[in-house]
């Protein structure tokens, strides 16, 4: 039968922990690794009621793309809001697991599975990983960059929008300029507007960005796409949830039903 250990190995091995930040927290967070699984839930983030869905429909094992704990914890109770999580999901011997910045960065992680589905030609990291002689490792590396059709950058966010099925968005230039090469950096990667531009890239695709990130871009001729932190990454955790239907036919893996994305779009 599979148990946890089984789970970490698969995940370990498209996003091992070495693709990850140095400031990260990835790998088994709690749990046991001889624990059977049954029941493996995916999720962006371990809230309140993502941690009552788990309990509910007994769950051995969450996959959060956000660490839990993220930090150091120096307490595990319920006077605080994490705290309270932990301390459920412990009391149901409920594993956590997070890849996180591994998994925006492996080979067929996020940021990969954006440019695909924008259908994005010649996609390279747009930041590769190097080893100490200056020599790039394999391919890998943080965000991606790809080429496309020349387009203007108000149908972009669309497809962008189609492809992430959500009702709007943000963007920081001309929606009539055009643009044909696209960097990318899933979630909150407004860091990466210089990278991007010395790529070669008129517009740079992340969740989200502070307004004096934006305002830069804006100085330096970089439009942006912004659909939102969340919808930026939620829709991996889904297709992951498919891959690891398909590594483990014994087990029943979906996507949390509860989560949603805190920010709500108004007309």
């Not at 994490?82 to 067929?108: E, M």
């Not at 960005?209 to 969340?230: D, K, S, V």
Request: aromatic share 6%.
């Amino acid at each position: 039968m599979t148990n946890v250990a089984d789970v970490c190995r698969y995940l370990e091995s498209f996003a091992p922990a070495a693709l990850a930040e140095d400031w990260d927290n990835v790998g088994l967070l709690m749990g046991d690794r001889q624990t059977s699984v049954s029941k493996v839930m995916t999720c962006l983030t371990v809230t309140s009621a993502v941690a009552e869905e788990a309990i509910a429909q007994n769950v051995n094992m969450v996959v959060t793309h956000h660490p839990i704990p993220f930090k150091g914890v120096k307490r595990i109770s319920t006077d605080s809001p994490t705290g309270s999580v932990l301390w459920k999901l412990a009391s149901n011997g409920i594993a956590i697991y997070s890849p996180h910045t591994a998994f925006d960065s492996a080979r067929s992680g996020i940021n990969q599975q954006l440019a695909d589905g924008l259908g994005l030609s010649e996609v390279k990291p747009l930041r590769p990983f190097e080893l100490d002689d200056g020599a790039s490792l394999g391919g890998l590396g943080k965000g991606r960059r790809g080429d496309c059709p020349p387009v203007q950058l108000g149908a972009l966010a669309s497809t962008v929008a189609g492809f992430l099925q959500i009702a709007g968005l943000h963007i920081v230039g001309d929606p009539e300029m055009q643009v044909s090469r696209v960097g990318i950096g899933c979630g909150s990667a407004g860091e990466f507007i210089h990278s991007a531009s010395r790529a070669g890239c008129q517009v740079l695709l992340t969740g989200e960005a502070r307004f004096h990130t934006c305002l830069e871009a804006e100085a330096i001729g970089m439009a942006m796409i912004l659909p939102g932190h969340y919808a930026s990454e939620r829709f991996a955790l889904e297709t992951l949830a498919t891959q690891l239907t398909a590594e483990f036919p014994d087990v029943s893996v979906w996507a949390s039903r509860q989560e949603s994305d805190p920010l709500t779009w108004m007309e």
